[in-house]
């Protein structure tokens, strides 16, 4: 075999390997960053080594230390797992190499991309011409998507911010709601419209940006450009801004309206479940992501503008260097000029999914998260501090204290991963359903861990 096939070998085996042992093992990872840190560290060394020897060490040092992100049992923060099809496909990425700057660069890639995007306007119910950007995530997604903005409301005042700046610029006011997550805030940063200048819309007790309060903002705010951020999917309650009614209001205004749905817009893509999110083709555009719902590896992200022009407006540059074409590259999309071929994996995934699928993958993450919301609710001392209206749980133990208690007794247990959060003034024990492959079993299993942990912080005598 030659070095590289024992190299490619080295990494399939010990890849399988892993992936197969997450049924069975702890979710979470049994060294630290110290702990690793210490078994790799070693002054860079002269001589290098041969790429089978480097994957070895790789997998014997990093082994440790992985979280087991991808097992059915994993409900951290909002993090996805990865679908069979879709991590094959990004294997072939890495293995083709191809720079997704430009047409000329990767026809395939590009047209892979061109038809992915196609779909996923359909099963999305977005406008069919919208422009798609294929982003590292939503964060890059909400900062493309208003960057599309910022360009079209300035553009309407007869200002070339892509040319010209803010410096001088009429002010843009920006609308938010209350619990918007703190990527648009980033988002806001990068594109120097800043986040203490935002106009802030309070949230009902579920989360949801409230339109009363959206209209009187709207009626006060000064003339001139708006942008307003709508959510579909908060971290806490999994729900959704109005967001129909909401574009129909900020439209009114002249507005550009744009929806961070990372995960939630996914909603939509269920025909049980899109009457979260009645409208939401109204919008201007969408965020989301790639590596949580949809199960992609990372780095995934999607930025869907009605737009096309004004997308490739904000996002395009022409260097006549670059074999540029007449058509739209795919660099005239997101920030950066090369980057990888990220269209293979989403396509993989929907194509291996299909419709249907993609609505069975989002319906049954709702049903794992109604049996959680179900089995801790039947918990003694247990309340479950959300309407479960999507793939959001939130628990309270009792206590701030106890919650906190209980929270870092699950995970050092390691049977699961749910982590603490604070929402509405206190501690919470949050569980995200996102992993295609998390079963009746795996909610079980995590439902006794749970158990578990507040038996073993009563036992300390935690009240
Ligand atoms: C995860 C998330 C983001 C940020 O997405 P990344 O992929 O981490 O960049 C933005 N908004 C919401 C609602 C999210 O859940």
Redesign the pocket.
Known sequence: MTARREALQAAFDAATSWLDQLSTAPVRPSQDVDEVTAALWRELPDEGLDPRAVVDELVRAASPGLMGAPSGRFFG??IGGTLPAALAADWLTSAWDQNAGLLASSPASAAVERVAGRWLLDLLGLPPEAGVGFT???????VVCLAAARHAVLDRVGWDVEHDGLVGAPPVTVVVGAER????ELALRYLGLGTGRSVVVPADERGRLRLDALADTLAAAPSGPVIVVL?A???HSGDVDPVGDAADLAHGRGAWVHV?????LWAAASPALRTLLPGLERADSW?T?G??TLNVPY?S?LAFVADAAALHAAMGEHADYLLQDERPDPMATVPEMSRRARGFAVWAALRSLGRQGVAELVDGLARHAAAFAAGLAAMPGVQVVNDVVFTQVCASFGSDERTRAVAAQVMADGTTWMTPSRWHGHPVLRISVSNWSTSDDDVARSLDAVARAVAAVDARGVA
């Open positions: 923060w909002v590292t995530g939503a964060t890059m997604a909400n997550h703190s990527s648009v959510q999917g908060n971290v961070d749905g990372a995960f939630g965020a992501d590596h949580k780095d992200g």
